[in-house]
T-cell receptor, first 112, second 114 residues
Framework: TQLLEQSPQFLSIQEGENLTVYCNSSSVFSSLQWYRQEPGEGPVLLVTVVTGGEVKKLKRLTFQFGDARKDSSLHITAAQPGDTGLYLCAGAVRSGNTPLVFGKGTRLSVIA | NAGVTQTPKFQVLKTGQSMTLQCAQDMNHNSMYWYRQDPGMGLRLIYYSASEGTTDKGEVPNGYNVSRLNKREFSLRLESAAPSQTSVYFC?????????????FGPGTRLTVT
């Protein structure tokens, strides 16, 4: 069974601070996705990383896929209250119809 | 373009009652999923349907049944609700194929079983 461990589970920071969220596994994934979920809504895709070592940037968010494709990180620069939410990583074992494996999430609260 | 829709949004049941959660997607996706989300437990897969006419168990299928009515619709049924099934239920869909498509989620159904 593939598992994705996310850390930290909870994070509360002040506006303007930087933070990093980690997603780790002992298994190799073909790709890894990051989702953000706001209260009362379903998760929404932020990014998909496919190649080992890949780095993608989305405004103040930087996503990295580990060289061995077993881990990923999300770094937020100068966090804003609008970044508040639950961040979920999800791994694909292979393409096609195999369900994604989800981590339990990191709940981020950015205080103004 | 509505994406993934779920009904109802809220439901309160008494122990032993039954109900069906409805889900529909208009993106012509082959794969559809039902998850439950509980505090500290993340998203747990209940059942999924890789294509019309097929369904498979996920991580926590006990107490649930599903029907893939057609390509658009995937329903989740609780035959005899239990308090342990109090949760937020999400339906999702994703295209299948050689790439790694985005998974689209519905807004969720908040179910309380008393």
């Amino acid at each position: 069974t593939q598992l994705l461990e996310q850390s930290p589970q909870f994070l509360s920071i002040q506006e303007g601070e930087n933070l990093t969220v980690y997603c780790n596994s002992s298994s190799v994934f073909s790709s890894l996705q990051w989702y953000r979920q706001e209260p009362g809504e379903g998760p929404v895709l932020l990014v998909t990383v496919v190649t080992g070592g890949e780095v993608k940037k989305l405004k103040r968010l930087t996503f990295q896929f580990g060289d061995a494709r077993k881990d990923s990180s999300l770094h937020i620069t100068a966090a804003q209250p609008g970044d508040t939410g639950l961040y979920l990583c999800a791994g694909a074992v292979r393409s096609g119809n195999t369900p994604l494996v989800f981590g339990k999430g990191t709940r981020l609260s950015v205080i103004a | 373009n509505a994406g993934v829709t779920q009904t109802p949004k809220f439901q309160v049941l008494k122990t032993g009652q039954s109900m069906t959660l409805q889900c529909a997607q208009d993106m012509n996706h082959n794969s559809m999923y039902w998850y439950r989300q509980d505090p500290g437990m993340g998203l747990r897969l209940i059942y999924y349907s890789a294509s019309e006419g097929t369904t498979d168990k996920g991580e926590v299928p006990n107490g649930y049944n599903v029907s893939r009515l057609n390509k658009r619709e995937f329903s989740l049924r609780l035959e005899s609700a239990a308090p342990s099934q109090t949760s937020v239920y999400f339906c999702a869909s994703r295209r299948s194929g050689p790439d790694f498509g985005e998974q689209y989620f519905g807004p969720g159904t908040r179910l309380t079983v008393t």
